[in-house]
């Protein structure tokens, strides 16, 4: 399977998308094997010319995916794109509302000429009183109180990755790959949905969930209730700190011999989680004078002999040479709009023996612009649609 052909090989996909939610589904899709062709303004998607936390958007979700200039504000633009849609298998968008259809490109004007058309728009909210609102990551992280269960009380923040925008661009992967598979059975393609709103309110379900067999609203994370004795970040000595996780009876065992703890392994108030957590508070006190005299690496190697959940605090930066992300194949070596190269994660999943791997980089503004309208055999539109 090494060089066979990838699993989405020989699906087309257009992608009318911009900043993160509609380029993760689509670079899911393209590292899956599809033929991604991100169709962009004249001057380009704006996070090429993106600053500060977002300057990297660009290059990371628009790996193998080839570049489509059209301007769409025009009427050459448009009938451009309408021809190269007429036998396109899938179409991702994630402009505003209704932006779509007053271009003439909804799934309705679209699926009468291309009935086996997916069609995904990946929106801030779901059908319902809220679809016509704009929305942002950061927005309904707020509205959802994913904001609120991330920071400490009375100061709600945001999660520190676009997890919204990822998950719903994922859930968008879901449902244009469940609408592929029912496609080989009906013959037809359909109108497919993912939304911010609803992918945040789906992770705070599970504290929905909390409160509603606990009977009580749930409490942000940094002072939620112990589910383990211990099951946090300890200082050791010369810097550097180290979470701990002993979540169950037999990490307690191997934590304790690992760290020296053979008083703590012999109290029989310890011998199980609910003793452990009643006494948590004397629990993190002694483990944390132990772990304060040892370096941290050596409390490191200590928890990994003893199979024990852990991880040093560590930044972004310690990634590009983390020995896990580089293993194997490793990262992929992406160039950035200066012509320099960065090592980046790739697709997090494994499919069989196929190599999801960097195919093209990212591409440079209507890169492929001619070898798209050859390829599908559309006639060049009276105006460069480049222009």
């Not at 013959?187 to 504290?207: D, I």
């Not at 591409?363 to 309208?373: K, Q, S, T, V, Y």
Request: glycine share 10%.
């Amino acid at each position: 399977m090494l060089n066979s052909p990838l699993p989405l090989s020989g699906i087309r996909v257009f992608e009318f998308s911009h900043t993160v939610m509609g380029p993760s589904c689509g670079v899911t899709l393209a590292d899956l094997g599809a033929d991604v062709i991100k169709v962009e303004p004249p001057e380009g998607e704006p996070t090429r010319r993106a600053a500060g936390f977002a300057s990297g958007f660009f290059p990371y979700f628009n790996r193998n995916k080839r570049s489509l200039t059209a301007d769409l504000k025009s009427a050459e633009g448009i009938d451009l794109v309408r021809s190269l849609l007429a036998d396109t298998d899938v179409v991702i968008e994630n402009y505003a509302p209704g932006t779509m259809e007053r271009l003439g490109l909804g799934y309705d004007a679209l699926v009468e000429r291309n009935p086996r058309l997916i069609y995904c728009a990946l929106k801030g909210f779901l059908t319902g009183p809220y679809e016509r609102r704009p929305a942002l990551d950061e927005i309904v992280q707020y509205m959802t109180g994913l904001a609120y269960m991330t920071g400490p009380p009375g100061r709600p923040l945001r999660a520190g990755a676009s997890v919204v925008d990822i998950l719903g661009g994922a859930f968008g992967v879901i449902a244009i790959l469940a609408a592929i598979h029912e496609r080989e059975r009906t013959g037809r393609g359909q109108f497919v949905k993912s939304a911010l709103f609803e992918s945040s309110a789906f992770l705070v379900g599970q504290h929905m969930a909390g409160e509603a067999v606990l009977g009580e609203p749930a409490v942000p994370m940094p002072v939620r209730g112990a589910a383990w004795g211990i099951y946090e970040t300890f200082k050791t000595a010369g810097g550097g700190d180290v979470f701990i996780g002993v979540t169950s009876d037999s990490h307690w065992q191997r934590f304790c011999r690992a760290f020296g703890l053979g008083d703590l392994l012999a109290d029989e108030t310890l011998r199980d989680n609910a003793g452990r957590v009643a006494a948590k508070e004397r629990l993190k006190e002694r483990v944390g004078a132990v772990v304060g005299t040892l370096a941290a690496r050596d409390v490191c190697e200590r928890c990994e002999r003893a199979e024990i959940p852990f991880s040093p605090v560590v930044t972004p930066s310690d990634l590009f040479d983390d020995p896990q992300l580089n293993a194997g194949i490793g990262m992929m070596d992406t160039r950035l709009a200066d012509g320099r190269y960065a090592k980046l994660p790739r697709l997090p999943i494994e499919v069989g023996t196929h190599v999801l791997g960097l195919c093209r980089q990212p591409p440079a503004l209507g890169e492929h612009n001619d070898e798209i309208i050859a390829e599908l055999q559309v006639p060049h539109a009276a105006e460069d649609p480049r222009r």
